[in-house]
C-alpha cells in the first residue's frame, strides 16, 4: 500500500509551533527545534539512517531547507556519507580533505511513517522542554507554602495539580486521619525538588514542622514584617504541636500576637491541621526556663 503524502503548509507549520508554545508554556525556539530535529529523522528514514542531515525551518516564513553533509576523501567508501576532492572541487573550490560539505536535497513529503515519527519526536522534545521549565521554576521555591487541586490517589499518596506543575504528597506527609477526594482543594510545603529520570518530582508535605510555622506566618501580620519571630517548632502531626516565639518589639507580646482576637488567628492553623492542639509558648536564651514554659502546662519542680 502507497503511503498517502502529507505536505505540511509551510504557515501551518509554524501555527502548530505557536500553539504548541502557547498550550504547554515553552519558548517558541524549542518548539521549532523540535520540529527540525522530527523533520531530521523522518528525512534519514526516507534517505537512509547513515545519511548526515540538517534541517532548518525559517522561524519566519516556515520554510523548510534540507541537506546532507559529506565527509571529503580520498576515495569513498560510502557515498551517503562522503565524496572524493575532485567531486567536492567541483562544488567548492576551497574544498580541502577531511573538511564537509553540505549537498541540499530535496524538500520532504511527509508519508504516514514519517508524519508520525515526527509526531513522536515534537511531544517527547515538547514534553522535556516543560519538565525542564517545571524544574527551573519550583527548584528554588523549597520552602513556600502552596495550593492545588487533588488530581488523583494512587496508593494513599496523593497527586496535586498545581496548575503550572504537579507534585506529590506521600502517604508519610499526610497528618494522620485526613482524608482527600479527587477535586478537594490541598495546601502544602514544598519540602523537595529533585531530578528524577522521569522528569523532576515536587514532594509535598502536610507534616513538615515548617508547614505550621509558615501557615503562622500567613495569619500573623508581625511575623510577616519581622517583629515576631518563630524560634523553634515542634509537632506531633494530628494531635498535638509547640511553637516558640520571640518579639524584637517590647510593646508587642509575641504568644498574644499569634493566638489573635478570641484565637482567630491560632484557630485558622489548627482548622487547616485537622484540629492539632498548638501550645504558643515564649522562648527564652535561658535554657532552664525555656524547658519550663515549652513543658507548660506541666509542673517543673
Sequence with gaps: MAETAYSLNRLELLQVADAAAREKNIEREVVIAALEEAIQKA??????????????????????????LL??????????????????????????????????????????????TAKQVIVQKVREAERARQYDEYKNRIGEIVNGLVKRIEFGNILVDMGRAEAIIRREELIPRETFRQGDRVRA????????PRGPQIFLSRTHPQFMAKLFAQEVPEMYDGIIEIKAVAR??????????????????????????????????????QGEKIDII????????????????????
Design 43 to 68: 528525512a534519514r528514514s526516507r534517505y537512509g539512517a547513515e545519511n548526515d542531515i540538517i534541517a532548518e525551518i525559517d522561524p519566519k516564513t516556515g520554510e523548510i531547507r534540507l541537506w546532507r
Design 71 to 116: 565527509l571529503i576523501v580520498e576515495t569513498v567508501e560510502n557515498d551517503a556519507i562522503e565524496i572524493t576532492l575532485t567531486e567536492a572541487q567541483r562544488r567548492n573550490p576551497d574544498a580541502q580533505l577531511g573538511d564537509k560539505i553540505s549537498e541540499n536535497l530535496p524538500p520532504l513529503e511527509f508519508g504516514r511513517i514519517a508524519a508520525q
Design 189 to 196: 510545603y514544598i519540602e523537595d525538588v529533585r531530578e528524577e
Design 236 to 273: 506531633d502531626p494530628g494531635s498535638r504541636a509547640k511553637i516558640a516565639v520571640v518579639s524584637h518589639d517590647s510593646s508587642i507580646d509575641p504568644v498574644g500576637a499569634c493566638v489573635g482576637m478570641r484565637g482567630s488567628r491560632v484557630q485558622a492553623v489548627v482548622g487547616e491541621l
Design 282 to 301: 515564649p522562648w527564652s536564651q535561658d535554657p532552664a526556663t525555656f524547658v519550663v514554659n515549652a513543658l507548660a502546662p506541666a509542673e517543673v519542680t
